[in-house]
């Protein structure tokens, strides 16, 4: 029998100071940013050249590989903002793995739920053979903890253990609730790995759109949605990552500190989204989220489209 690889733990709260399962043509300044949490009083303006550099990556982009690009970067301090092809639908693949972390932190919080506790494998779940490390090295223990299994969703977007969390949830019902709930009423989700990051008769099912999910994540991670530790521990799963050290982070200064959750299709479809800031301790941060759909890119276009992304980040802290 293999132990759970975070347990035991005494209460939830605990969590946020143990070691964490070892297994982020359009472009337009966007107020609607400060409406939505931004604490500036007055937003600065950005350069024309930020504004032309994300629409010349776009654009080399989508003529190079004949797809679509999505891209919301904003500061919520100030407010600046950035956006192409901000409000268009994309699927989010794996991305939407930080959100079901979170509603199972919001659960807890609610005292609805423990991390502690733990969920059987079932023999159904490993019937697919797709990604799912942590849930493989860990099948002969026979289950789970709630704190692994969201560990192993967004740390190594493992989906066996992101099917489980859905299972526990409700389901993807459940979980688009959860993001009505919390204020975003775009993003949905309306199937299990591996499904939805497959076309669907409704085009809409299984999507978000850069705009909303960047608001969804500065909500997470920085508003008041989930209690503080639960929050912090969010953040620390995404700092802990091990997926996106070729996309947004990338192209982000090496001494900032960020976190992320990627997603992809294997084909036509990369996604991240990410936080990041100069320092742990910093006044200022950038959230990021994009998207690609369609066409024919290939690996090397999408690491460079999302490090070119990630560069422009510090632009926005003024």
């Not at 253990?161 to 204020?183: E, K, V």
Request: aromatic fraction near 6%.
């Amino acid at each position: 029998m293999r132990p759970d690889p975070v347990a035991p733990l005494a209460r939830r709260r605990l969590l946020v100071g143990l070691p964490l399962l070892g297994i982020a043509a359009r472009s337009v300044l966007s107020h609607k940013a400060m409406a939505q949490g931004a604490l500036t009083q007055s937003a600065p303006v950005l350069s024309p050249a930020t504004h032309q550099a994300l629409s010349d990556i776009a654009t080399r982009y989508e003529k190079i590989s004949g797809g679509r690009l999505g891209v919301h970067i904003f500061c919520p301090e100030n407010g600046t903002a950035l956006s192409w092809r901000g409000e268009e639908r994309f699927r989010m693949c794996s991305s939407f793995k930080a959100s079901l972390a979170a509603c199972v932190l919001a659960r807890c919080d609610r005292d609805e739920d423990d991390l502690t506790r733990r969920i059987a494998f079932r023999e159904s779940d490993f019937k697919e053979p797709f990604w799912a490390p942590v849930a493989a090295r860990n099948r002969d223990a026979g289950s789970l903890s709630l704190a692994a299994l969201c560990a192993g969703a967004v740390t190594m977007s493992d989906n066996i253990c992101a099917n489980m969390l859905l299972r526990h949830i409700g389901g993807p019902a459940a979980l688009t609730r959860f993001w009505r709930d919390s204020g975003d009423e775009i993003t949905r989700l309306d199937a299990y790995e591996p499904e939805l990051n497959r076309p669907s008769a409704n085009p809409d099912d299984n999507t978000t759109s850069p705009v909303a999910m960047a608001r969804t994540l500065h909500r997470l991670i920085h508003g008041t949605l989930l209690h503080p530790n639960s929050a912090a521990l969010l953040r620390s799963w995404m700092i802990n990552c091990t997926t996106g050290t070729q996309r947004l982070r990338a192209g982000l200064p090496p001494h900032w500190v960020a976190g992320d959750k990627t997603g992809n299709n294997g084909k036509d479809i990369a996604a991240d989204i990410a936080f990041a800031s100069p320092d742990k301790n910093a006044g200022k941060s950038v959230i990021i989220a994009t998207y690609t759909a369609g066409g024919t890119p290939d690996e090397t276009q999408f690491r460079r489209v999302f490090h070119d992304i990630g560069a422009l980040a510090p632009a926005l802290l003024g």
